[in-house]
């Protein structure tokens, strides 16, 4: 009988409806980290009062994982419970067990050095998702870290380049995350100031009715793109993280689940990217020819890009 009374009791500590931490934890409510309203703050053994096998009952997705992993998962998502818990990320966001959340291949990732490649470590998701609810829905200022904009102020992001924009420029850096540029006009640091006049793709302007106009179904001319239609954060073995799989970026593209492949040639071909959204309606110049990845619609293939179509140039607005 006293057997029963301990199992009833741990099964009911473990259960939403009884936890202390309720209040505060709450995956419909976007708040997964623990604060100091939570029973056990500041102790680092969650084993202490939870059970494995109880807990994340009604989360299939990551239930199994955490499951197998152990409480090593807990502070990944929990944070370090006042107690300096170590918040490991990887251990379920990896190409084995969240093999799309993200995608974690390639050689190159946004891993703040400049001189060389690393993998990815749990503290550089951090930097990035320090309070990111992980409930499925993408929301700007829950799921990446609030950064200072360049008056100082704690504010909400109006679209997801922000993000990148409050690092990315000359004046007004983070503390602690300095941006190295290897010359003046580096995007690195250019980027903001020159954020209305990209040609791919900014504050973007034209009407689409050039010779060269022609987009796939889910993209309109007009629309401002964010840096992450292009550029994978998490791993490329493309220079300047260029992605190179469609499924880690081009949102709006139709099928962009099914992996179409990408990769850039010297010097400045950046066809097969290009290629993704770009479908000529009119071909012209080499339109018909197949980039390399299955796909075509955009001129001069195989050609450099860069020459009439420069990152952030405002000379070449709108081409």
């Not at 939403?16 to 980290?33: I, K, N, Y």
């Not at 106009?213 to 007009?222: E, I, M, N, S, T």
């Not at 292009?230 to 880690?248: E, Q, V």
């Amino acid at each position: 009988m006293r057997r029963l009374l301990i199992v009833w009791l741990l099964w009911m500590a473990a259960t939403p409806a009884f936890a202390v931490e309720t209040h505060d934890v709450s995956l419909a409510q976007g708040r997964l980290l623990l604060t100091e309203r939570h029973e056990g703050w500041g102790k680092g053994r969650c084993q202490s009062c939870h059970v494995l096998r109880m807990i994340h009952g009604d989360a299939p997705h990551i239930r199994d994982i955490v499951r197998a992993k152990g409480f090593d998962t807990c502070g990944g998502c929990h944070g370090d419970n006042g107690a300096g818990v170590e918040r490991r990320c990887a251990i379920c966001h990896n190409p084995r067990d969240l093999p799309a959340s993200p995608y974690l291949t390639g050689i190159h990732a946004h891993d703040f050095t400049i001189d060389g490649d690393r993998p990815l470590a749990d503290g550089d998701c951090m930097i990035c998702h320090w309070a990111a609810d992980m409930d499925g829905r993408w929301e700007i200022d829950t799921d990446l870290t609030r950064f200072p904009d360049a008056a100082g102020f704690d504010r909400p992001y109006r679209r997801e380049s922000e993000f990148c924009l409050r690092c990315h420029n000359r004046s007004h850096q983070q503390p602690g995350f300095p941006v190295r540029a290897r010359d003046y006009l580096d995007p690195l640091v250019a980027v903001e100031e020159s954020w209305r006049y990209m040609d791919y793709h900014g504050w973007a302007v034209g009407s689409g009715d050039r010779i060269f106009a022609g987009l796939r179904d889910g993209y309109r001319y007009g629309t401002e793109l964010a840096c992450t239609e292009c550029h994978a954060m998490h791993g490329t073995d493309n220079p300047k993280l260029i992605l190179d799989d469609s499924r880690k970026g081009a949102f709006g593209l139709s099928f962009r689940d099914r992996g179409v492949p990408v990769q850039v040639f010297a010097p400045g071909d950046y066809s097969q990217l290009c290629v993704l959204c770009h479908a000529m309606t009119t071909p012209l110049e080499d339109a018909h020819i197949d980039t390399g990845n299955g796909l075509s619609g955009v001129h001069q293939v195989g050609g450099d890009c860069t020459l009439c179509h420069t990152h952030g140039r405002a000379a070449q607005v709108g081409l």
